[in-house]
């Protein structure tokens, strides 16, 4: 494989060094080997003083990262036994608590597509810059799983309800929406990012930041909090679907037809997940739980089923089973949940690296 080939380029240019996701025929998704690749990076520009700023891009025109390889996730959930995916899933999930706990300036470059797992990798960073190509979600409830990579973390610290709504419905977002939800920080015009990369190698952050920061575009989450609020307020999926139905607003209508296209055992997992993620508190507990999540999801047909639809037929016709929200049982929710014992993540617990480590 020649340089030009490595799924992850890594090089250093003055101040800063950089990671780039070079994998732009698959929208530079994510696979064990490049996330090992990238904490192995991460922790030796820790240590190099010559290093002050991160900054991670994604190759190719379309965007930072869709996320997982969810074609090997599906393989391994049908055909095997998921060791390898939940092998995959432990060291991601590190690597986004480190990148959360970075010590030196990790600046996310969010241009263009930026979804699951490429969320993981940017929107855990210090500095995370939105373009007017944008689009960010966490798309998971469509092909039955639930957010994860922190992303209920992040999502339930959104203002209001707004991190429910997206959820659940895996919405994608603007670069202002993002900024309004805190997955991002600053919006720059995608054709001024090659100057503000440039400047990354002679300047501090702060200072090229502001060189470059524009004021972003409108977006549409701030004019629609009303009834976002007041729907997802609801305890339960359904109460939630009948309240959007109820409102009056052709919008929360359209998102109540959307919420009942997604896996009914992902939509009651996910709300059960923000809601406890707002009481753990701290990411890495959130992200320990979200692994008990994610290792329940590969013994449930609707992952196998969810990526089947959207992904290898793409007919979008998932077989939902269950197939409706009342035959979601509370108990179907809860075993999700269920500590895994020694094979627990353990970011929060005994077995987990000293933040100082880090």
């Not at 090089?11 to 929208?27: D, E, F, Q, S, V």
């Not at 993002?178 to 501090?204: I, K, T």
Request: net charge negative; glycine share 10%.
């Amino acid at each position: 494989m020649t340089g030009a080939e490595e799924p992850v380029l890594l090089h250093t240019a003055g101040r800063a060094a950089h990671i780039t996701l070079n994998r732009p025929k698959a929208l530079n998704a994510l696979s064990h080997a490049m996330v090992r690749r990238i904490d192995e990076a991460l922790k030796a520009w820790k240590d190099d003083p010559a290093v002050e700023t991160v900054v991670i891009t994604g190759a190719g025109e379309r965007g930072l990262c869709a996320g997982g390889d969810i074609r090997a996730v599906h393989g391994d959930a049908r055909d095997g036994d998921g060791t390898a995916t939940a092998a995959f899933w432990r060291d991601e999930y590190h690597l986004n608590a480190r990148i959360a706990r970075y010590p030196k300036s990790y600046v996310a470059v969010m241009d263009g597509i930026v979804m699951g797992g490429g969320v993981g990798i940017s929107a855990h960073g210090s500095v995370r810059v939105v373009t007017e190509r944008s689009r960010v979600a966490m798309p998971e409830t469509g092909i039955g799983f639930a957010p994860d990579i922190g992303g209920t973390y992040l999502l339930a610290l959104a203002p209001g309800e707004l991190g429910t709504h997206l959820a659940l419905t895996g919405a994608q977002i603007g670069a202002a929406d993002a900024l309004l939800c805190g997955l991002a920080d600053h919006y720059m015009p995608s054709a001024a990012l090659r100057h503000f990369v440039a400047d990354l190698a002679e300047m501090p952050v702060e200072q090229a930041v502001a060189r470059h920061v524009q004021p972003s575009p409108p977006g549409e989450l701030a004019g629609r909090r009303e009834w976002i609020d007041a729907c997802y307020a609801a305890d339960r999926v359904e109460e939630i679907v009948q309240r959007l139905f109820a409102h009056g607003d052709p919008a929360a209508k359209d998102t109540a037809e959307t919420l009942l296209t997604k896996s009914p055992t992902a939509l009651k997992v996910t709300l059960a997940a923000i809601r406890r993620a707002r009481r753990l508190g701290a990411l890495e507990p959130v992200l320990d739980q979200e692994y008990r999540v994610s290792c329940a999801a590969l013994n449930s047909p609707d992952l196998v089923e969810g990526i089947r639809a959207q992904i290898i037929d793409k007919d979008r016709n998932p077989r939902w089973s269950p197939a409706t929200l009342g035959e979601v049982t509370d108990a179907d929710v809860e075993r999700f949940f269920t500590p895994l014992g020694e094979h627990e993540l353990g970011l929060a617990g005994p077995n987990s690296v000293p933040k100082e480590a880090w």
